[in-house]
T-cell receptor, first 109, second 116 residues
């Protein structure tokens, strides 16, 4: 079966760094996505990785290791507005997105 | 780029009525559009996938006669919840794929449906 695992909840301090991990087992792989979803709102696109390595985009970076079925989202210089759920999703061989349950990130002052 | 709009953003209706939700890709042509449902504090649930000009593919457990999907053009898809009941109250979100980033799904802002 297809499976995406990510922690349910994480807590971090304003100004700090947090890493949200995602492991996956899917039928085929056409890239991994990270989305941010604030409470009561729709998801917004953060990043897309299809090759191994680190992609940096401002305060957010995303890493992929296809051989390990592993990705992480790294958030630096955390701000209160970063409190949200972070969704990991893998595009499978049929170009369908398989979604993780999301990681709720709580930022404390 | 890659902006998706959804209308209405919020709707309250009586049980038994039908509700139509529109999803539009504003600055790109969406070869595929997706409809999701999300209950409070739960994950996104894919309801159906639609390609322009063809019938939608529904996920297991989703009644196609109750959730009618029309993808008439490369920029518009509609979801009609027929004979809505209180248990259909949920957050309905569409996404669209196409344009430069062929794999990326861009989400509309969502429609909050409350059936009384």
């Amino acid at each position: 079966g297809q499976n995406i695992d990510q922690p349910t909840e994480m807590t971090a301090t304003e100004g700090a760094i947090v890493q949200i991990n995602c492991t996956y087992q899917t039928s085929g792989f056409n890239g991994l996505f990270w989305y941010q979803q604030h409470a009561g709102e729709a998801p917004t696109f953060l990043s897309y990785n299809v090759l191994d390595g680190l992609e940096e985009k401002g305060r957010f970076s995303s890493f992929l290791s296809r051989s390990k079925g592993y990705s992480y989202l790294l958030l630096k210089e955390l701000q209160m507005k970063d409190s949200a759920s972070y969704l990991c999703a893998v595009c499978d061989s049929n170009y369908q997105l398989i979604w993780g349950a999301g990681t709720k990130l709580i930022i404390k002052p | 780029g890659a902006v998706v709009s959804q209308h209405p953003s919020r709707v309250i209706c009586k049980s038994g009525t039908s509700v139509k939700i529109e999803c539009r890709s504003l600055d790109f042509q969406a070869t595929t559009m997706f409809w999701y449902r999300q209950f409070p504090k739960q994950s996104l649930m894919l309801m159906a996938t639609s390609n322009e000009g063809s019938k939608a593919t529904y996920e297991q457990g989703v009644e196609k006669d109750k959730f009618l999907i029309n993808h008439a053009s490369l920029t518009l898809s509609t979801l009609t919840v027929t004979s809505a009941h209180p248990e259909d109250s949920s957050f309905y979100i569409c996404s669209a794929r196409g344009g430069d980033a062929k794999e990326t799904q861009y989400f509309g802002p969502g429609t909050r449906l409350l059936v009384l």
